[in-house]
């Protein structure tokens, strides 16, 4: 498939950074294009380093991947250029679309007046302030094409993409985020993002219409959510609960990208799934966190080596969604991976487990 679109299922924190770090050597793909803005961090754990990235593609992992942020972007220009330092990356490796949005000092201030953090959970990075000021047409508001230090890297994304659609390129877009956060579908509004997380938005927002695309929608065993007051998460757990419930042999605890605050954590939630499930159409689901149902699984490199708990989970979730699960995440590495695509695809990239990036 030439198309592929990476979505979350629940409340963010899928792993999608992972299944995009994994797919763009996995699938050697041409392009990467990010949706979203510094609200939403996608962490990338590979050969013992952490990319904690809220700007840059999770496929700067295949060094021939050329790495796009979309026009539907919110951009943070320093922290975008410390991030692209950081990747080693060169104009020819990223471009970032002309229009993207820039936000500004005064936009995280402007949450904080409105109290967004306390009265929603909001990460408070001022996402909602520059959207608002966007769809208002806002005096002042300034697009990527208004920073100087971002002018080797401007491009017009749609239409490189357009271009690579008609050669038949590999594109995989990243999205952000998760299907229980979307502004226009959530069931528990006002405890939702700026903007809609459904595959449908993000092609929107990168500029590609929705012929030929396959959907790759992660899932976690036990979804998540920002810790304070972000809204309701049905059935609840502690993390002590999924240490106890796992087996784990030591504490455990994960804390969000962006905001550094403690993630709620719940047992699965196969309502929020079902609805992800129609609104995405995924071709395959990404599950991850395998390794919360039973320890044994952490780091497991085939499906034979999961326990029967982990085994009959995935069964009972590919009867639930109508849908295969194609990539089960065992820990937290890129190479924490057992692609099931096919299993052809599966040999060609057992290589993450002890390889370098391309």
């Known amino acids: 498939m030439a198309i592929t679109v990476v979505v979350g299922a629940q409340y963010g924190g899928e792993g999608k950074g992972k299944v995009v770090a994994h ?5 050697d793909a041409d392009f990467v294009v990010r949706c979203g803005g510094p609200n939403s961090g996608h962490t990338v754990q590979v050969h013992g380093l952490k990319y904690e990235l809220k700007q840059v593609p999770a496929g700067f992992t295949n060094r021939r991947t050329r790495l796009l942020l979309a026009a539907g972007m919110v951009i943070n220009p320093s922290l975008l250029l410390q ?3 950081a990747c080693a990356l060169s104009p020819e490796r ?8 820039i936000l500004e ?3 995280p201030e402007r949450e904080r007046e409105l109290l967004l953090r306390d009265r929603f959970g909001s990460t ?4 909602g302030s520059v959207v608002s000021r966007r769809v208002l047409r806002a005096t002042g508001l300034r697009r990527a094409t208004d920073i100087p230090e971002l002018k080797p890297y401007l491009t017009c994304v749609q239409a490189e993409l357009a271009t690579a659609v008609g050669r038949d390129a590999r594109i995989l877009i990243e999205g952000t985020q998760g299907f229980g956060l979307s502004l226009y579908h959530t069931e528990e509004w006002p405890y939702c993002t700026s903007r809609d997380t459904t595959a449908g938005s993000f092609l929107g927002e990168v500029g590609l219409g929705p012929r030929g695309v396959q959907v790759i929608m992660a899932v976690r065993t036990f979804p998540i959510r920002v810790g304070g007051n972000s809204g309701p998460l049905a059935r609840e757990l502690s993390w002590t609960d999924v240490q106890t419930r796992s087996g784990y042999p030591h504490p455990i605890a994960e804390y969000t990208t962006t905001t550094k605050r403690l993630r709620r954590v719940a047992s699965f939630d196969a309502e929020l799934v079902t609805r992800a499930v129609t609104a995405n159409s995924p071709s395959y689901l990404a599950l991850h966190g395998v390794d919360y149902i039973d320890y044994k699984d952490h780091g497991a490199r085939s499906i034979d080596e999961l326990s029967p708990s982990t085994l009959k989970f995935v069964d009972e979730l590919e009867t639930l969604t109508k849908t295969p699960v194609g990539l089960i995440g065992t820990g937290p590495q890129v190479s924490d991976f057992i692609d099931r695509r096919t299993e052809a695809h599966s040999e060609k990239v057992q290589w993450l487990a002890a390889s370098g990036m391309r």
């Open 83 to 85: 991030e692209i330092a």
């Open 94 to 101: 990223i471009g970032v679309d002309a229009n993207a949005v």
């Open 23 to 27: 797919l763009a050597v996995a699938d």
């Open 124 to 127: 408070g990075v001022g996402m």
């Open 105 to 107: 000092s005064f936009d």
